[in-house]
Nanobody, 121 residues
């Protein structure tokens, strides 16, 4: 059974930083795989934030590009999201996900339970 547990969420002031972690257990990835972060702001749909595949290739959504950095430590089975220059519009529940393909991560991936990030001005 796959378990994904996010941590590191909390409150920050605009311009501040937070680092999210996602500890993964029970997942035996294929040689080709993908991990990523999604978020859901109050009253809105889920949005992709960033993804990283097994080759280390990263993709970022427009609103976070240049401010957020996704990384993974395969030895520790952990996914990270470094968030800098936070803005109030970054306020959301952040979810980590893992699966075989980045293109279908939202539909075919394993998801964590989410961690709240709140940014105040």
């Amino acid at each position: 059974q796959v378990h994904m547990v996010e941590s590191g969420g909390g409150s920050a002031l605009a311009g501040g930083s937070l680092r999210l972690s996602c500890a993964v257990s029970g997942w035996v990835p294929d040689s080709r795989n993908c991990m990523g972060w999604f978020r859901q702001a109050p009253g809105k749909d889920y949005d992709g934030v960033a993804s990283i595949d097994n080759y280390g290739r990263t993709v970022y959504s427009g609103p976070v590009k240049g401010r957020f950095t996704i990384s993974r430590d395969n030895a520790k089975n952990t996914l990270y999201l470094e968030m800098n220059d936070l803005k109030p519009e970054d306020t959301a529940i952040y979810y980590c996900a893992a699966g075989p393909y980045c293109s279908s991560l939202s539909r075919r991936g394993y998801w964590g339970q989410g961690t709240q990030v709140t940014v105040s001005s």
